[in-house]
């Protein structure tokens, strides 16, 4: 089943009125993928969709999980990690403290990734990773440290990339069809909620990562987005963008440096 | 041969975006018809091919130099401009907001397949509705097929390179069968059609 772009501006509007969640600053390309897939999953049309929203409590928590893109990998993209490793992690070994924010990260992959890195590199007993991201139920199996043990195949894969020279296998218990990310590797996690749309700043950091999230909103919320991410970065703390995704050419650009420029990593200099 | 019908004619005048899907073995064809397309080409052209992620390739900049219009990879939110020729980056599907600026997702493979071939033929229909011209070749999965039928039902353009000559018939073979192609093209056919294209197309 097929939404046209009308019927997208419809339910912006009514998602914003009845639970004042604000989807008007999503590319809407992405946004009408999401929601035909949406009826298609859940065989309704689009009245029955709206029906749904206003009518059917507990529904909305559905709603988000689909309409936003959950689509996660261990590593994915594994040079980024190598460069990482390489070109950051010297820096941030310097800091007593290391606070990691990993933004718009759905069922944690990466940040078990990232604590991964960062305990091989001895960096993580003083360092706290949060996990954010809109959807409390993506949230609670990103908390679980479970994963799926055939994604691990191609996850190990793309750790072997990173040349870290073990194996992944060192880092999880493999039980039944799960892996288990080892205890002491989510001590200093915490998974919760926050919106780019709408929340602010809750602290400050030395590394944050938001990769392939930009990508889903319009240019002018990636510029919003974006300020909010230089506003949570501590002064010469690094911004990890998704390959793809470059800062936006404006006010802000002078005020970071360019650490890689295939992977999109910067440095806060002002 | 495109000139003789009319219906074909009309559409080719017609054209918003040019979007071109191959996999295994179209390769080659593919770089054969971006090299004939024409400097003064009045439309973008948004190319899907399947390769891997994990592996950096130079090929568009590669291309770039051979061919007569601008080749790049695709950047999010990048208005679509005449004359250049757009390719999904791996990893990333490729898709057309409203405003004829491209977006990247990376939302599940679609057949396996990321970018996939449907999805970016499907967006572009939703966009560029009956001006639309897609072009399917060699390929070795299903990838396409559904795209094609998305551009037929908006009244576009479909056109795919004749099985016989391609290496590998599944992709353009299964977008036949689906019964969503308007034109299937032998090899000699799609680059005079590549070479011509601008003299079809209605600029005002």
Redesign the interface.
């Known amino acids: 089943m097929v939404v046209s772009?009308g019927n997208l501006e419809e339910l912006i509007t009514l998602v914003n009125n009845v639970h004042g969640f604000d989807l008007s600053g999503y590319?809407?390309?992405?946004l009408?993928?999401?929601v035909s897939r949406i009826l298609t999953i859940y065989q309704i049309d689009f009245a029955g969709l709206k029906d749904s929203l206003v009518n059917s409590p507990g529904f909305f928590n559905e709603f988000l999980v689909e309409v936003t893109?959950n689509?996660t990998e261990m590593f994915r993209?594994?040079?980024f990690y190598k460069t990482l490793r390489e070109e950051i992690h010297p820096y941030l070994a310097t800091f007593p403290h290391i606070k990691v924010w990993s933004a718009g990260c759905a069922t944690g992959e990466e940040v078990y990734s990232l604590a991964i890195l960062f305990s091989k590199d001895g960096l993580y007993t003083r360092t706290f990773i949060y996990g954010t991201d809109i959807n409390t139920a993506v949230l609670e199996r990103a908390k679980q440290g479970i994963i799926d043990l055939k994604k691990m195949k191609v996850y190990s894969?793309?750790y072997l990339?990173t040349d870290s020279g073990d194996s992944l296998s060192e880092y999880y218990t493999a039980m039944y069809d799960s892996a288990i990310v080892h205890h002491e590797l989510r001590k200093n996690i915490l998974f919760s909620t926050h919106n780019l749309v709408s929340d602010g700043v809750f602290n400050e950091f030395q590394l944050i990562t938001c990769r392939?999230v930009?990508?889903?909103f319009?240019?002018d919320l990636?510029h919003k987005v974006v300020n909010l991410l230089y506003a949570s970065l501590a002064l010469f703390g690094f911004l990890c963008l998704?390959?793809?995704?470059?800062l936006p050419a404006d006010g802000l650009r002078h005020k970071f440096r360019v650490i890689s420029k295939t992977h999109n990593i910067y440095q806060k200099i002002a | 041969m495109l000139e003789s019908n009319p219906y074909i004619a009309n559409k080719l005048r017609h054209t918003g975006v040019l979007v071109l899907g191959c996999s295994a073995g179209g390769f080659k064809m593919l770089l054969t018809m971006l090299k004939a397309l024409p400097a003064n080409l009045p439309v973008g052209v948004l190319v899907v091919i399947h390769r891997n992620?994990?592996y950096?390739t130079h090929l568009e900049a590669n291309l770039a130099a051979k061919c007569r219009i601008v080749v790049k990879?695709a950047?999010?939110?990048e208005p679509i401009r005449p004359a250049t020729a757009y390719f999904a980056?791996a990893?990333?599907h490729l898709?057309?907001?409203?405003d004829r600026s491209l977006?990247?997702?990376?939302?599940?493979p679609v057949h396996f397949c990321r970018p996939s071939i449907d999805?970016t033929m499907?967006?572009a229909a939703?966009?560029y509705g009956a001006s639309t011209v897609a072009i399917l070749l060699s390929g070795a999965n299903q990838d396409g097929a559904e795209g094609m039928e998305s551009v037929r039902k908006v009244d576009g353009l479909c056109i795919v390179q004749h099985p016989r000559d391609a290496e590998v018939e599944t992709m353009p073979a299964a977008a036949i069968r689906k019964g969503a192609v308007d034109l299937t093209l032998t090899n000699g056919e799609l680059i005079i059609l590549s070479q011509g294209l601008s003299n079809h197309i209605f600029r005002n």
């Open positions: 772009f590319s809407r390309a992405s009408k993928r999401r893109v689509v993209d594994p040079t894969d793309n990339q392939n930009l990508i889903y319009t240019a990636q998704g390959a793809r995704e470059t | 992620a994990n950096e990879v950047e999010d939110k980056p990893g990333y898709l057309v907001e409203p977006s990247l997702d990376t939302s599940e999805v499907q967006s939703d966009v």
